[in-house]
């Protein structure tokens, strides 16, 4: 009986020892969570439209963000509000005090000059808006014709969905082909006009878009240096010559000849 005593005993005492020895280990774990997993650094790699700090600022977005490590299990296990601007991102731990994200930015396909605000307003692939600023990006057109009197940020252009979906076709299809223009413009007619310097192209319909685009990229090296309209908007897959008007200075005014592709 009292051995049976002494063997219960010394078996709690085991239990006990091991709960402590797990206690111990949880809370050395916690004090490790806590005072080594501090975010002191940030590299930010991909980002072209956006500074690091916009990034940082999108990342860290709640109150337990200065922890390394809860950032890194947040971004690869839970499910989290997506970052208007960025398609894709990749966080990762380079050590306990410097967090790496890698961005893959949306990037803008236009904008539109919205004069209540008197800002640009930049749109992605989706047609949301990305960004309302008074700077000017690179190799993004700039959307002409177009009423839009307010823009909610990171959400659609309030242009009406036919329209929207036309513009997204064409800016897509041109940065697909390296055909990025200065300008859209939609004129009288309500057909796109491609601005190039002073080379301006006449799109006509949204119809059969792809082969007009495709044929644009393979004349428009020829143009270099000239001063015209290229007309498309008649195109057809049986079209064997495409009009050039060539502006040409004479004197008095300028007059224009017209050259076939």
């Not at 991102?89 to 994200?101: A, F, N």
């Not at 839009?148 to 940020?153: E, I």
């Not at 200065?182 to 878009?209: C, F, H, K, T, W």
Request: contains cysteine; charged residues 30%.
């Amino acid at each position: 009986m009292i051995r049976e005593k002494r063997k219960r005993a010394r078996k709690i005492k085991r239990i006990l020892m091991v709960l402590l020895i797990i206690v111990l280990f949880l809370a050395l774990a916690v004090l490790v969570v806590l005072n080594v997993f501090q975010v002191k650094h940030i590299e930010v790699e991909g980002n072209k439209l956006y500074d690091a700090e916009v990034i940082e600022k999108a990342v860290q977005n709640d109150e337990y963000s200065w922890n390394s490590l809860y950032v890194f299990l947040k971004y690869k296990f839970v499910n989290t509000e997506e970052i208007p601007f960025v398609d894709t991102m990749e966080i990762g731990l380079k050590d306990p005090q410097t967090l790496h994200i890698k961005v893959y930015e949306k990037g803008t396909m236009g904008y539109l000059y919205i004069p209540s605000i008197d800002e640009n307003a930049y749109f992605d692939k989706d047609g949301i808006v990305v960004e309302t600023s008074s700077r000017v990006i690179s190799d993004t057109p700039q959307i002409v014709g177009i009423d839009c009197d307010k823009v909610v940020l990171y959400e659609k252009l309030p242009i009406g969905a036919g329209r929207l979906r036309e513009i997204l076709m064409l800016t897509q299809a041109l940065k697909r082909n390296g055909l990025i223009p200065e300008a859209v413009n939609y004129g009288g007619e309500d057909e796109p006009e491609l601005v190039y310097g002073n080379i301006r192209v006449q799109l006509g319909s949204m119809e059969l878009l792809t082969q007009k685009v495709e044929r644009l990229a393979k004349i428009k090296p020829e143009l270099s240096g000239m001063e015209g309209t290229l007309h498309l908007e008649n195109w057809t897959e049986e079209t064997t010559n495409i009009v050039f008007d060539k502006t040409t200075e004479k004197k008095g005014g300028t007059k224009k000849d017209k050259k076939k592709s």
